[in-house]
């Protein structure tokens, strides 16, 4: 029986190269989703000039409990398991508070709209990079610099778009100039013709 065991799991191909990428991005897809959802937060922010708290408290949990269920199954035991549970609670309240005090009237007549949603990403990028610091996970560690190197490229990208707009403009308008007289350019062709007659 051994023997046969042994022929099967000799004979066992490795999975396809498109099974193993399908999987890894599978496994990548919880990080992916929570940096897309961050990014479009301060982009409706900044379009709308309001803040979106509850939105930023959602994203905030939704961190959190993905922080746990990544790191549910290398957990062994009951203690171990609670007290993942609760240090993750205890970390993901205290971004929520923080979130909250950011919020107060107070404080928001010191910062404009868009600036806030640039704040709440910046608390959430530091919360999920030290979730991923006292987990042990590259992942999410790398989802909370993801979300922090996204804060200074939003904010040039804001106050560059001016440029990007007016080269656009520029390409645009060199490209309808060349192609304006490659059309009426004469064909060598009908030179010739007009040559002969």
Not at 59 to 80: F, N, R, Y
Not at 147 to 172: C, E, H, N, R, Y
Request: proline fraction near 6%.
């Amino acid at each position: 029986m051994s023997e046969t065991h042994l022929e099967r799991n000799g004979s066992a191909e490795p999975p396809p190269p498109q099974f193993r990428m399908a999987q890894f991005l599978w496994q990548q897809l919880p990080y992916v989703v929570a940096l897309v959802l961050a990014v479009a937060g301060v982009a409706y922010t900044n379009v709308s000039h309001q803040p979106l708290v509850g939105y930023w408290e959602f994203l905030a949990l939704a961190i959190g409990v993905v922080c746990v269920v990544t790191k549910w199954p290398e957990t062994q035991g009951k203690d171990v398991q609670l007290r993942l549970i609760w240090t993750q609670a205890l970390h993901w309240i205290a971004v929520l508070v923080t979130m909250n005090i950011m919020l107060m009237s107070g404080v928001q007549q010191l910062l404009p709209t868009p600036a806030t949603g640039l704040v709440l990403l910046t608390l959430l990028a530091l919360g999920t990079f030290l979730a991923g610091v006292s987990l042990l996970s590259l992942q999410i560690s790398f989802l909370g610099l993801a979300m922090g190197v996204t804060v200074p490229a939003i904010s040039w990208l804001k106050q560059s778009v001016f440029f990007f707009l007016l080269g656009a403009v520029l390409l645009i308008g060199l490209g309808i100039t060349f192609w304006l007289r490659q059309d009426r350019r004469p064909t060598s062709a009908s030179m010739n013709n007009q040559m002969e007659a």
